[in-house]
């Protein structure tokens, strides 16, 4: 008599087996899901720092503030001057600094859409981003908002 290779216990455990990997990887995709895509644990930033010191040290050393900055994890806080895209489409913001050449720009991905659009000139935020260094505008990539305080009045 031929023996049959696929026993009922190694049916159930791989059967259980499958289910649970199938469960956790739901899971796992839910809590995702739920996140808005964000990484589930989240570093501290490297330094905390105002749009206009961001910018003044900038504009007084630009060396020793890329020595700072560059590459590290800010979390800024400043006055909004406008939301736009640039010629690539890449959402961003633009924060107001001492004069109307200085800013700091804060690049998003598309998922922030939502949240760009209910800012208007003059709100106050708080955003952290990767700073990669001043070209005409200090520029933080990868950002995301986590403060926002309304202004009532239009500042531009």
């Not at 961003?92 to 760009?116: H, I, M, P």
């Amino acid at each position: 008599m031929k023996r049959c290779l696929w026993s009922w216990k190694k049916v159930l455990v791989l059967g259980g087996s499958l289910f649970l990997l199938l469960l956790f990887g739901g899971l796992l995709v839910i809590q995702k899901w739920n996140n808005g895509g964000a990484a589930t644990t989240v570093r501290a930033a490297d330094a905390a720092v105002d749009v206009t010191d961001l910018y003044r040290e900038y504009e007084m050393d630009e060396a020793a503030a890329n020595r700072k900055y560059k590459g590290k994890e800010l979390l800024i806080s400043g006055a909004v001057r406008y939301v736009d895209r640039d010629v690539a489409g890449t959402l961003f913001l633009t924060l107001r600094g001492n004069d109307l050449f200085s800013s700091v720009q804060c690049y998003f991905n598309d998922e922030s859409a939502s949240k760009l659009a209910s800012l208007r000139p003059g709100d106050v935020v708080e955003i952290r981003g990767r700073c990669t260094g001043l070209v005409i505008n200090v520029l933080l990539k990868e950002c995301a908002i986590t403060k926002v305080v309304k202004n009532e009045r239009l500042v531009l």
